[in-house]
């Protein structure tokens, strides 16, 4: 079965930059959407950035001009370039892909993003 595999989490200075990706494996299809949400301690899961399959993208206020999605087709993978982190980017990341009506969702990665 599909499973959706998060990478590229880790710890950077603000300022800094870190590039997520997440990649499908075990389908024998491609997603119609992917996309990344976040949700930090004590707060809801909010959209970060969405891409369709038509290339369209979407990103939250809060990160336009610094965060970039982008995805491969053939690979199945979305990728999330964030540059100028700041401490409030800290949060679990979860890529999702969307797929007849239903969504996949990864396991989620940690970014910390310290002053």
């Known amino acids: 079965q599909v499973q959706l595999v998060e990478s590229g989490g880790g710890l950077v200075q603000a300022g800094g930059s870190l590039r997520l990706s997440c990649a499908a494996s075990g389908s024998i299809f491609r997603f119609h959407d992917m996309g990344w949400y976040r949700q930090a301690p004590g707060k809801q899961r909010e959209l970060v950035a969405g891409v369709s399959s038509g290339t369209s993208t979407r990103y939250a206020d809060s990160v336009k001009g610094r965060f970039t999605i982008s995805r491969d087709n053939a690979k199945n993978t979305v990728y999330l370039q964030m540059n100028s982190l700041k401490p409030e980017d800290t949060a679990v990341y979860y890529c999702?892909?969307?797929?007849?009506?239903?969504?996949?969702w990864g396991q989620g990665t940690q970014v910390t993003v310290s002053s």
């Open positions: 999702y892909g969307d797929w007849a009506g239903s969504r996949s």
